[in-house]
């Protein structure tokens, strides 16, 4: 069976701080994975998506990147933390493109 | 303007009644409609989904109802149960490409009460 792990569970930033999110899937070779903000009780917003190791694409601009250095892992990141990039970040994966599965979510705080 | 909406924002019924939260969709390229089941605190579960091709999908309690021509579909849950009390999203996607592009509604936040 197929598991999604992201860390850290939760995160409290201060504003101008680096950061860094991770998710790791396990039991599925050559996932498409992407990256979802969440705003407290709003919608979910596609950040970016990858299909293969080292190819990652950007949907929306919200001063954040990704990367993909193995196939069973995404990175989200960015160098300086604003006050709106506060919010639940969500790792999904499918095996197809078509149908997704989220992760247990990252909570970030930024103060 | 806004691809997927959900109606209503909220919705409280009494356990065993059948909960209905509708949705629709502006782009007609879409052909797949997957609805997900949020808890607090949560990422979202893959409930239930339908394709365009078919205009109703059953799952036990949950049943999605299609109508293409109207962009509409609606989610019928039966028996609602007080650990049904979830917020749901509709999300929809033109399939056939591997972006996976989601596009989910502003959700509809499900009460049961006992």
């Known amino acids: 069976a197929q598991t999604i792990h992201q860390w850290p569970v939760a995160e409290i930033k201060a504003v101008g701080s680096p950061l860094s999110l991770g998710c790791t899937i396990k039991g599925k070779s050559s996932p498409n994975l992407y990256w979802y903000w969440q705003a407290t009780g709003g919608t979910l917003q596609q950040l970016f998506y990858s299909i293969t190791v080292g190819q990652v694409e950007s949907v929306v601009q919200l001063n954040l990147s990704a990367s993909r250095p193995k196939d069973d892992q995404f990175i989200l990141s960015t160098e300086k933390l604003l006050l709106s990039h506060s919010g639940f970040y969500l790792c999904?994966?499918?095996?197809?493109?078509?149908?997704?599965?989220f992760g247990p979510g990252t909570r970030l705080t930024v103060l | 303007q806004q691809q997927v909406r959900q109606s209503p924002q909220s919705l409280t019924v009494w356990e065993g009644e059948t909960a209905i939260l509708n949705c629709s969709y502006e782009d007609s390229t879409f052909n797949y409609f997957p609805w997900y089941q949020q808890f607090p605190g949560e990422g979202p579960a893959l409930l239930i989904s339908i394709r365009s091709v078919s205009d109703k999908k059953e799952d036990g309690r949950f049943t999605i109802f299609f109508n293409k021509r109207e962009k509409k579909l609606s989610l019928h849950i039966t028996d609602s149960q007080p650990g049904d009390s979830a917020t749901y999203f509709c999300?929809?996607?033109?399939?056939?490409?591997?972006?996976?592009?989601?596009?989910f509604g502003d959700g509809t936040v499900l009460t049961v009460k006992p």
């Open positions: 999300a929809a996607s033109a399939g056939g490409t591997n972006t996976g592009k989601l596009t």
């Open positions: 999904a994966w499918s095996p197809t493109g078509v149908e997704q599965y």
